[in-house]
């Protein structure tokens, strides 16, 4: 897929950025897997917005004059769709599936992202792109209707949270690749999580997330592990990933959901998860998806 008026340099930045975010994205599902052995679905959530937000605030307070507070309801839909709501349902959907699947099935986002930018945004439409996602959709398909042999500990529903952060993805990438294309992507990622910093230590005391690392076994490691994902797959990836959109589109930059399975698979191999037959057809479909599209 071309990188229409970019110079070479641009388009090899952009590439870069897209393999560097899948990277970090694809980690992200093992280090909530990790974080899930002490914190219940809510508390991992709270710990995750409020350090992410925490990191934030000195980035706000640099950019806070550039901040332009008029378009407030961009910024809260930002926060409450890019970070906010996907927080808690992938912390819930990973009581039930294993970091491998979660990874996979993210795969979705492609798809929501064309559908609601085609839908709302006035993306224009092209059938490569949708042929592309539809094949990436049937890998994804092809995971949740196999279900347990692909990676599913419990109740397949809890697929249903991932399908609902998808929607959630494809809808703060659209408002940034169409309503705030002008912003610098450091400022609406700062003005975004000043919006989550109180809700998000709010839930870490009201919790009791304090409580749970000093009494549980695994609560040390798990804050870490959470504290990790927090500045590497929240903090950074958010700054990266509105750069991205901002240089590429939103479609281009969704193909990020493509890649990160594959990292999220490796990571459940080594953290002793098996791999299925089932798993690999869905992942090569998806991959099939990226192929597709880019022609």
Known sequence: MPLKRYSPDQTFLSWLLLILLSFIWGSSYILIKKGLLAFSPVQLAGVRLGVSSLAFVPV????????????WKSFLVVALAGSGIPAFLFALAQTQLNSSLTGILNALTPLTTFILGFLFFGLVFKWSKLLGVIIGFAGAFLLIWVGKESGAAGNIWYAVPVVLASVCYALSANEVG??????????????SFMLLLIPGWFLIFYTGVPTTVMTHPDGW????????????????ATIL??????????????????IAPVVAAGWGILDGE???????????LILAGVYVAKK
């Open 60 to 71: 706000y307070l640099s950019l806070h004059k550039k901040t332009d507070w008029k378009r």
């Open 178 to 191: 169409f309503k705030l294309r002008d912003v610098n992507s450091l400022v609406i990622s700062a003005a």
């Open 221 to 236: 490691a798990s804050l870490g592990f959470v504290c990790i994902l927090a500045i590497s797959s929240t903090f950074i």
């Open 241 to 258: 990933f509105f750069r991205l959109i901002q240089m590429t589109g939103t479609v281009f930059s969704s193909f990020v959901s493509y």
């Open 274 to 284: 098996s791999v299925t037959f089932s798993l690999l057809l869905g992942m090569a």
